[in-house]
């Protein structure tokens, strides 16, 4: 950035809040007690993010009278969940496209069962009262680049002849009529596949219906291992146990307390900013008045949006992995990328300039090697798992949590029968050679966005080894 524009964007984070705006709440509520002494149960739920809170509701409603506990380490939704930028998603696969490379022969029921799983999220959010400024917006997908907008409406075609094609797209013009950026060349308009909402007050609200139901909740209690216990399993807390017949975990960017399924997931470190609420003239300078989400497809890209109260989320772009994959709190604060965002958000949006952001966030993220969950049990059946969400869970976790009761229950279903939840990605590989790919891999994307999204050597290798680093 040249010298005035970083000043501009220094100044912009001068008062900027180290935390996440979702959860600088006052409606945030208190944690339950720890876990002490010896629970049992006939489903132990690990993890008190979506994925965790969707599968003990799921769970209780399925069968009212099981008796469900969930264990946090933390507070429930403090993580990924508290933290994202509150795009809840139909996709099951990290968007069609990587859906339909990955598993062509069952995408269509893929695409059918993301849309009837929004709307089961839609239907949850109503029954149980769940407020989470929850908008069915849609997202519009746009291009910066010359060969992104060519990309764009090549992947348009392709969807209609597919069969699949539910966006519209939009030239310059009408992008441009939708959100006023000079950056935008065009996009790709999902109508109905994507809501926006508060990503922190669903958690608190799946929490509460969870309580509601009588499931047992205990925060401030971390799994510290799990082994088979007579029928069942024993999973050990800092101040107790916890006796299950069995156990979903919902753990994510954690270490798996199955240990053989770590090499399959990594953390990355992704980055927000929240701004300062607009005033209506600076709302009309943008437009934006149907509120979509905004995502670039860039490999670098941002994701931006509207808030309830009418401030801009902007995200994305840096990814960071720790060496080792190893999770380290001081990395939730990157002033450097910060800086670099604030920078970046001016450029897209001049009109805004002297805006001011009041928060700015990080924090780990799963991803995999095929960039959408997989699943499996361990332990003969007594301990299902979901991981690998890869950025688009706060939709695709429910989904997960249905596969997960699905295996414990030992019942063949539609869900378990497909190719998606029977295979499993390729794991990473150990270090220093998961540090230099990642690195390496980085780098290949950045240099395919600034030369007309060519693929170099080392991202076709990983295209055929079936890694497929595209975002």
């Not at 009262?129 to 392709?158: N, Q, S, Y």
């Not at 497909?418 to 290949?444: D, H, N």
Request: hydrophobic share 40%; proline share 5%; with cysteine.
């Amino acid at each position: 950035m040249a010298g005035e524009a970083m000043r501009q964007a220094a100044s912009s984070l001068s008062d900027a809040r180290p935390r996440s705006y979702w959860l600088d709440d006052p409606e945030r509520p208190e944690p339950l007690p720890a876990l002490t002494g010896d629970e049992r149960c006939d489903l132990l739920v690990v993890g008190g993010g979506y994925s965790g809170l969707w599968t003990a509701l799921l769970a209780k409603e399925r069968d009212p009278g099981r008796e469900v506990v969930l264990v946090e380490g933390h507070e429930v939704g403090w993580a990924a969940s508290g933290r994202n930028g509150g795009f809840c998603a139909a996709s099951l696969t990290h968007g069609l496209a990587n859906g339909a490379d990955r598993w062509p022969d069952e995408i269509a029921e893929l695409e059918e069962l993301g849309e009837r799983n929004l709307d089961a999220i839609e239907e949850t959010l109503v029954r149980y009262g769940i407020r989470c400024d929850f908008e069915r917006t849609g997202e519009i997908d746009v291009a910066t680049r010359p060969h992104e907008l060519a990309g764009l409406r090549a992947w348009h075609r392709r969807t209609e002849e597919m069969g699949l094609g539910r966006t519209d797209f939009l030239d310059r013009d009408q992008v441009r009529a939708e959100i006023d950026s000079p950056a935008f060349l065009g996009g790709l308009w999902d109508r109905r596949g994507v809501a926006m909402l508060h990503p922190a007050k669903l958690a608190w609200g799946l929490k509460r219906a969870c309580l509601g139901l009588g499931v047992r909740v205990f925060e401030n209690t971390r799994a510290l291992g799990l082994a088979r216990s007579g029928p069942g399993v024993a999973v050990r807390t800092p101040y107790g146990r916890v006796l299950a017949r069995r156990v979903a975990l919902g753990t994510n960017v954690f270490p798996s307390l199955v240990r053989r399924l770590r090499p399959y997931t990594v953390p990355v470190y992704d980055y927000a900013l929240m701004t300062e609420p607009l005033n209506a003239g600076q709302l009309a300078s943008i437009g934006w008045r149907n509120r979509q989400g905004i995502g670039e497809s860039a490999h670098r890209f941002h994701y931006f949006r509207l808030s309830a109260d009418n401030r801009i989320l902007w995200g994305g772009y840096d990814a960071v992995y720790p060496f080792g994959g190893r999770l380290n709190s001081a990395l939730d604060q990157r002033p450097e990328t910060f800086l670099t965002l604030a920078g970046q958000f001016f450029t897209y949006f001049p009109q805004l300039s002297g805006l001011r952001f009041s928060h700015a966030w990080g924090g780990a993220i799963d991803t995999c090697s095929r960039f959408s969950a997989f699943f499996g049990t361990a332990l003969r059946g007594r301990v299902s798992y979901a991981a690998g969400y890869t950025g688009l869970g706060v939709g695709a976790t429910r989904f997960g949590a249905e596969v997960m009761l699905d295996l414990l229950a030992g019942e063949p279903t539609g869900r378990t029968a497909l190719t998606m939840v029977r295979s499993k990605p390729l794991p990473f590989p150990p270090e220093p050679f998961a540090w230099a790919g990642i690195g390496l891999t980085k780098r290949s994307l950045a240099r395919a966005d600034r030369h007309g999204g060519h693929r170099d050597l080392w991202l076709r290798t990983m295209d055929r080894m079936g890694f497929g680093f595209d975002s």
